[in-house]
């Protein structure tokens, strides 16, 4: 699905990104750690059109996107989340589900100004949609929850809802346990595992919290000092004597 290859991204002298190079394969849950600094962030920037890289390639299937905008990777079902939700926080849930997909006939003026039967219909689909996104969520009671009302939790459901109103087929999920109390950051990863099992979904995952990257993520790849330093399996990965020099024994060494 997506490959990386001798990938660069500097900030004057920093090499936030050093000669990058790896794989996510199709309907895989791809796990990314690495210690504070290690360029996790950047690559997905970088990925995800944010940052224009200095060299390399990355390649979604057998298109190179590695100088696409951001829209354009949108359309093309590439989704990014972050760590701090951004969320309309004045619209309701439902509001927020209905403002993704692009191209909405009423967004264009003459349509609006007609009142344009097809912009109804359009509409009503959407809105049906969005309806089945928060029911395959579980947030029905918060349907018409204002979305600055949520919790940080709700928030990441919110955000992985609107990866949903569109034909994602590779979601970039940056730490989206991040400030997640213990029992939503349960619904959160069994939502995703559901993304993939039932809707083919195919995942890469940036995140802190051990036990949920070794609950959903197969391979795990980790970044130190802006390169790969190692992939394979959780249980390899925290056995690693040079992944765990990296990270300084925080983190992983209660996970031997």
Do not use: W
């Amino acid at each position: 699905m997506l490959k990386v290859k001798n990938l660069h991204k500097y900030f004057g002298g920093l090499k936030a990104v050093n000669n990058v190079n790896l794989n996510v394969q199709k309907g895989s849950i791809t796990g990314l750690i690495g210690p504070n600094g290690a360029g996790k962030t950047t690559l997905f920037n970088t990925i995800a059109g944010l940052y224009t890289p200095n060299n390399g390639e990355i390649f979604l299937e057998e298109k190179n996107i590695a100088r696409l905008k951001p829209h354009e990777l949108f359309n093309m079902g590439v989704l990014r989340t972050f760590q701090i939700a951004h969320e309309f926080t004045s619209l309701t849930v439902l509001e927020n589900l209905m403002m993704v997909p692009g191209n909405q006939r009423g967004e264009k003026l003459m349509f609006a100004l007609f009142a344009d039967q097809s912009v109804k219909n359009q509409e009503e689909e959407i809105r049906v949609k969005a309806i089945e996104v928060i029911d395959f969520l579980n947030l029905t009671h918060l349907t018409q929850e204002i979305a600055g009302n949520l919790s940080g939790g709700q928030k990441k459901l919110l955000e992985l809802g609107r990866t949903m109103m569109v034909d994602a087929q590779l979601v970039l999920l940056d730490e989206v346990g991040a400030g997640v109390n213990r029992t939503l950051l349960n619904e959160i990863s069994d939502v995703i595992l559901r993304l993939n099992k039932e809707r083919n979904y195919t995942f890469f995952v940036i995140e802190h919290d051990m036990d949920l990257i070794e609950k959903i993520c197969d391979p795990v790849i980790v970044m130190a000092e802006g390169s790969v330093l190692f992939e394979g399996k959780f249980s390899d990965v925290k056995s690693n004597e040079n992944v765990i020099e990296a990270y300084l024994g925080r983190g992983l060494e209660n996970k031997k």
